[in-house]
C-alpha cells in the first residue's frame, strides 16, 4: 500500500504483522545530458552530410495537396521518407534537419 502526499512517498510494509514505516524522497532532476555509455560503439555525431540511405528504390506515397511534410534527411526515422522527430534526440547528435516541403 503507497500513500501519496505532496512530494513524498510513503510506503508500508508489513513485518511480522506489523506496518514499518518507510519514506522516500525525490530530489529535483538535474537538467544535464546523461554520458552516452555505447560512445565507443556508435558514435551518431561522425555522419555523412546526406545521413543514411533508407532504400535506393522507387516508390509511390500518396500526398495531399496544401498540406506540409518533412522529408526525413537523417535516415533514423521510423516512418521513411517521411520524418518522425528522431533527429532531436540529443544523445544521436544528428546534424541534419528534415527537408519541408508543401504539395
Given at each position: 500500500m503507497a500513500i501519496n502526499l505532496t512530494r513524498r512517498k510513503i510506503n508500508f510494509r508489513p513485518v511480522l504483522n506489523l506496518y514499518a514505516l518507510e519514506r522516500v524522497n525525490y530530489s529535483k532532476k538535474s537538467n544535464e545530458i546523461p554520458k552516452n555509455v555505447i560512445q565507443d560503439l556508435i558514435s551518431a555525431d561522425a555522419q555523412k552530410e546526406n545521413g543514411i540511405i533508407y532504400d535506393k528504390k522507387p516508390f509511390r506515397m500518396p500526398l495531399e495537396?496544401?498540406?506540409?511534410?518533412?522529408?526525413c534527411l537523417c535516415g533514423r526515422s521510423k516512418k521513411q521518407p517521411l520524418c518522425d522527430g528522431t533527429h532531436k534526440?540529443?544523445?544521436?547528435?544528428?546534424?541534419?534537419k528534415p527537408i519541408r516541403f508543401e504539395v
Open positions: 495537396a496544401g498540406k506540409r511534410y518533412s522529408w534526440n540529443q544523445q544521436l547528435k544528428i546534424k541534419q
